[in-house]
T-cell receptor, first 122, second 113 residues
Framework: GAVVSQHPSRVICKSGTSVKIECRSL??????MFWYRQFPKKSLMLMAT?????????EQGVEKDKFLINHASLTLSTLTVTSAHPEDSSFYIC??????????????????FGPGTRLTVL | GQQLNQSPQSMFIQEGEDVSMNCTSS?????WLWYKQDPGEGPVLLIA?????ELTSNGRLTAQFGITRKDSFLNISASIPSDVGIYFC?????????????FGKGTLLTVNP
C-alpha cells in the first residue's frame, strides 16, 4: 500500500522555539494532506487540511499563526509549530489521500497515515 | 456536528477470545472506517464500509455497516497478542473535496497471552 513518512519521529525543544515537522508521501502524489493532533489516550483531532498550491484550511479553534502549514509540492507538507509552549506537547500525525484514479480524491480513495511525530516542549 | 460514540472504551481479554466493539452516530453516515493504532504509530486502515448492511471481512476481522446507517461494529475472532492496540471507528465527511475524518474515542484492546 501507499507509504507516508514523517520527520522527525520525535523532537524535544525549548519553550519559545519553533519546530518544523515534515510529512511526505513516498510513492504517490497527494493533492490533499491532513494534520492531526493526539493527546495521550485520546482520539485524533483534525487540525487542518493541507492543499497543494493553496492555503491550508484550519479547523475551528486551531490558530493558523501558531501552526503554519506549507504544502509546496505534491509529496510534501510541513507543519511548523511556532513559539512552542509546553501545552503544545503532543503526538502530531499527518495523512495523505491516495487517489486510485489520480487527480482529485474520489469517494472511495484511501487516507494513509504517517507514523507520527512526538513533540515535547520543555 | 456529528458525534461518534465508541464502546467499550477498553477491553482486557485472553488470547483466543473473540472481541466485539461498536460505534454509533447521531447522524446518518455514508462511510464507516475502522482503524487500528499501535503504540507510537499512526492509524492503519483495517476495513472500509460504504453501503448500509455491508458486511466485510479482513482475515480475522469482520465489520458491518448498520442498516440504519448510524452504527457499525467490528469483530475480531480468535484474538492474538499482536491484536493489542487502539481501534478507532471513523466517518469520512464527503462534503466538498476535503474528505475529512472524524474519529471515535477509540477502544483500547489488551490481549493477555
Amino acid at each position: 500500500g501507499a507509504v507516508v513518512s514523517q520527520h522527525p519521529s520525535r523532537v524535544i525543544c525549548k519553550s519559545g522555539t519553533s519546530v518544523k515537522i515534515e510529512c511526505r508521501s513516498l510513492d504517490f502524489q497527494a493533492t490533499t494532506m491532513f494534520w492531526y493532533r493526539q493527546f495521550p489516550k485520546k482520539s485524533l483531532m483534525l487540525m487542518a487540511t493541507s492543499n497543494e498550491g493553496s492555503k491550508a484550511t484550519y479547523e475551528q479553534g486551531v490558530e493558523k499563526d501558531k501552526f503554519l502549514i506549507n504544502h509546496a509540492s505534491l509529496t510534501l507538507s510541513t507543519l511548523t509549530v511556532t513559539s512552542a509552549h509546553p501545552e503544545d506537547s503532543s503526538f502530531y500525525i499527518c495523512s495523505a489521500i491516495w487517489s486510485t484514479r489520480g487527480g482529485a480524491a474520489g469517494s472511495t480513495d484511501t487516507q494513509y497515515f504517517g507514523p507520527g511525530t512526538r513533540l515535547t516542549v520543555l | 456536528g456529528q458525534q461518534l460514540n465508541q464502546s467499550p472504551q477498553s477491553m482486557f481479554i485472553q488470547e483466543g477470545e473473540d472481541v466485539s466493539m461498536n460505534c454509533t452516530s447521531s447522524s446518518i453516515f455514508n462511510t464507516w472506517l475502522w482503524y487500528k493504532q499501535d503504540p507510537g504509530e499512526g492509524p492503519v486502515l483495517l476495513i472500509a464500509l460504504y453501503k448500509a448492511g455491508e458486511l466485510t471481512s479482513n482475515g480475522r476481522l469482520t465489520a458491518q455497516f448498520g442498516i440504519t446507517r448510524k452504527d457499525s461494529f467490528l469483530n475480531i475472532s480468535a484474538s492474538i497478542p499482536s491484536d493489542v492496540g487502539i481501534y478507532f471507528c471513523a466517518d469520512r465527511n464527503s462534503g466538498g473535496s476535503n474528505y475529512k475524518l472524524t474519529f471515535g474515542k477509540g477502544t483500547l484492546l489488551t490481549v493477555n497471552p
